[in-house]
């Protein structure tokens, strides 16, 4: 019964801002490490960024502009996109891991996604 629901999508300009969430039930949130990840047509899969308990992860396309955070009692994560840009356009997933390792990244070691949710920014 392990979900994962994503929300807050939707169209904006350049240089507008979006707040994605996500919403975890059937497992004990706060034992995971939670990442979002995104992958736009004819593009290989990114993470973009990862949070445990301290430590957070964010790909160099958009650290300084994006932040990652959690809210454990709500059990749902986050993600504060700023400044955005016509290439952050991408479905948006995010996704469950044990431990987070260097490798992060290309999400291998993520056992549950949720279906994602659009993100389009027009130039």
């Known amino acids: 019964q392990v979900r994962l629901v994503e929300s807050g999508g939707g169209s904006v300009q350049a240089g507008g801002s979006l707040r994605l969430s996500c919403a975890a039930s059937?497992?004990?949130?706060?034992?995971?490490?939670m990442g979002w990840f995104r992958q736009a047509p004819g593009k290989e899969r990114e993470g973009v960024a990862a949070?445990?308990?301290?430590?957070?992860k964010y790909a160099d396309s958009v650290k300084d502009r994006f932040t990652i955070s959690r809210d454990n009692a709500k059990n749902t994560l986050y993600l504060q996109m700023n400044s955005l840009k016509p290439e952050d356009t991408a479905m948006y997933y995010c996704?469950?891991?044990?431990?987070?390792?260097?490798?992060?990244?290309?999400?291998?070691?993520?056992?549950?996604w949720g279906q994602g949710t659009q993100v389009t920014v027009s130039s």
């Open positions: 996704a469950r891991t044990r431990q987070l390792t260097g490798s992060w990244y290309g999400g291998q070691d993520f056992d549950y």
């Open positions: 949070i445990c308990t301290v430590t957070t």
């Open positions: 059937g497992f004990t949130y706060n034992n995971y490490c």
